[in-house]
Nanobody, 119 residues
Framework: QVQLWESGGGWLQPGGSLRFSCEGPENICNTFDLSSWYRQAPGKQRDLVASIRGYDRTTYADSVKVRFTNSRDNTGNRMDQQMNSLKPEDTAVYYC????????????WGQGIQVTVSS
């Protein structure tokens, strides 16, 4: 398991927007069979927010559809999650994930970043 590096968290009032980034070594993000974002709210289990299978087959949890958008940087070095219309219930620690499964299994996790949405 190799760490990914996340940035972009912080505090924001309801209705605001944030962009998270998740970086990996070299161009590893271009190779992921599955890229995902998870979050864990205080006192709750970790939940899947969004996933990209391959390059463009993207799915979102019902709670974030329309409001959140995932993408990959053209350099292959970074994955981004744009979060709009943030709500207090979006408050959580967010984790990025990348998986390689073609020739065995390798998984990469970000360190987690705090997002707090409140007035």
């Amino acid at each position: 398991q190799v760490q990914l590096w996340e940035s972009g968290g912080g505090w924001l009032q309801p209705g605001g927007s944030l962009r998270f980034s998740c970086e990996g070594p070299e161009n590893i993000c271009n190779t992921f069979d599955l890229s995902s974002w998870y979050r864990q709210a205080p006192g709750k289990q970790r939940d899947l927010v969004a996933s990209i299978r391959g390059y463009d087959r993207t799915t979102y949890a019902d709670s974030v559809k329309v409001r959140f958008t995932n993408s990959r940087d053209n350099t292959g070095n970074r994955m981004d999650q744009q979060m709009n219309s943030l709500k207090p219930e979006d408050t959580a620690v967010y984790y990025c994930f990348g998986g390689l499964f073609a020739d065995g299994e390798m998984v990469y996790w970000g360190q987690g970043i705090q997002v707090t949405v409140s007035s």
